[in-house]
């Protein structure tokens, strides 16, 4: 399996994040690359690869243009109007508020932009999240091509970025443009399933009317956990899109059992529907020791978890995504791409 990562990631290390009222160490930093990197290299798996230049053109596709330019230039407005520290949202258009004038002022504009204020950007960001989604188009190429899968290693992640917001540490939502670029290449219906711990709203919300992308996502209830206003059951689509959206929401303590059962029938109505190609957004803060999350599998789960992905037999392209007990996280992303390529 081809990996693909950026030592660009780096870029963006925001050194604080507003967590349980106080600033801490974010829980998204480089050394997950690094967990990561090393457990691959370990297990001899060592066909890595830096990303190809990044194309605009599904980006663009994809996402609000002025949220494109925000990302671009919110760092320099934002020390022309002499801020100190890195950026954070602190005004937000709440119920009753006007959410379809933009500030002219950037205080104003981050706040409109961002949807989560734990998510800190720097001056690295812009070039940091680029790095992140080229990975994840050169994966995609390599799959298109012919290979039956590849693995980017995206950081930042991206599944909780929509079309205008960025926010649960994601800014541009790689997993969503390489279903387009599946798509632009030829594959009828795309399949994204995500299996990170928390719901992948922005992906939800980008193809949420579309019939040829379907979404199934694995996370902890929304009433218990981010993102918390999106991700129930019964949000299964519209218009066009209707049916093609699947959420299976779990509560606190969930075990491999139940979510396995998630996992298992996500994948029969993925396989019923006639996906032609896979996206698999690969988080593993499922796992039982992570710190921001409330599921309770084991490591040696998620080499189970990859072997029953690996037996759809679809070409699948793998993005980073969350995954915060930093000393397990190497284990538990190798072990699913070991199970898919044992199955």
């Not at 399996?1 to 106080?22: K, T, V």
């Not at 997950?32 to 297990?43: A, F, I, S």
């Not at 996992?263 to 529907?273: E, F, R, T, Y």
């Not at 803060?285 to 759809?312: C, H, N, Q, V, W």
Request: hydrophobic fraction near 40%; aromatic fraction near 10%; glycine fraction near 10%.
């Amino acid at each position: 399996m081809r990996i693909i990562y950026s030592e660009d990631h780096r870029l963006h290390f925001p050194q604080a994040e507003l967590s349980g009222g106080q600033f801490v160490t974010p829980f998204e930093r480089p050394s997950r690359v690094e967990y990561v990197l090393n457990r691959l290299r370990q297990r001899k798996l060592t066909d890595i690869f830096t990303p190809d230049p990044v194309d605009m053109a599904p980006v663009q596709a994809l996402l609000d243009p002025g949220y494109l330019t925000f990302l671009q230039t919110a760092w320099d407005e934002w020390k022309a109007a002499g801020m100190a520290g890195e950026i954070i949202a602190a005004n937000v258009p709440a119920r009753s508020m006007h959410m379809d004038r933009i500030p002219e002022n950037i205080d104003g504009k981050v706040g409109y932009y961002c949807h989560a204020s734990e998510t800190a950007m720097t001056q690295g960001t812009w070039a940091a999240a680029l790095s992140s989604v080229a990975s994840a188009q050169t994966a995609q190429r390599h799959v298109a091509a012919g290979a039956d899968s590849a693995f980017a290693l995206c950081r930042p992640p991206g599944h909780h970025a929509t079309a205008d917001q960025y926010g649960g540490y994601c800014f541009i939502n790689n997993a969503a443009v390489v279903a387009q670029m599946f798509r632009d290449s030829g594959a009828n219906r795309v399949a994204i399933l995500d299996i990170d711990f928390h719901h992948g709203n922005g992906t939800q919300t980008i193809f949420y009317d579309r019939a040829d992308v379907m979404f199934a996502s694995l996370h902890g209830a929304p009433q218990e956990s981010y993102p918390y206003y999106l991700g129930y059951a019964d949000e299964t689509g519209k218009g066009a899109g209707e049916g093609s959206n699947l959420n299976y929401p779990m509560t606190a303590g969930t075990g491999y059992d139940v979510w396995a059962k998630a996992l298992d029938d996500a994948i029969g109505k993925i396989m019923a529907w006639g996906a032609d190609a896979l996206v698999v957004s690969l988080g593993v803060d499922a796992y039982k020791e992570d710190p921001i999350s409330f599921f309770k599998l084991e490591s040696d789960d998620f080499t189970d978890a990859g072997r029953r992905i690996g037996r759809m037999k679809l070409p699948a392209v793998f993005c980073m995504e969350g995954g915060y007990a930093i000393e397990a996280v190497g284990v538990n992303t190798v072990n699913v791409l070991e199970g898919f390529k044992d199955a």
